[in-house]
C-alpha cells in the first residue's frame, strides 16, 4: 500500500477504463492492459506502454488501484 489513498470513487473509474473502455488510466493507451498472475478475485495487470501496474478484480465493486 502506498501513501496516496484513493477514493472508492477514483477505484471505480479506474476499474472502468481497464475494464469497460480497455484502456490504460495512466497513459490512455488502448488495448495496452496485459492480465498477469490472478488469485481468486484479485488480478494484477500491467500496461506494457506505460510499464503501470495495477490491481483490479473481476468484480466492479472492488475497484482497482496503482501498485
Ligand atoms: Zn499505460
Known amino acids: 500500500m502506498n501513501d496516496k489513498k ?7 473509474t479506474l476499474w472502468c477504463q481497464i475494464h469497460l473502455i480497455g484502456i490504460c488510466p495512466n497513459c490512455k493507451a488502448k488495448d495496452s492492459m496485459q492480465m498477469g498472475p490472478q488469485g481468486g478475485l484479485a488480478i494484477n495487470i500491467r500496461c506494457y506502454k506505460c510499464g503501470q501496474k495495477y490491481w483490479t478484480s473481476p468484480i466492479m465493486g472492488f475497484g482497482a488501484e496503482p501498485i
Open 6 to 12: 484513493l477514493t472508492d470513487a477514483e477505484k471505480q
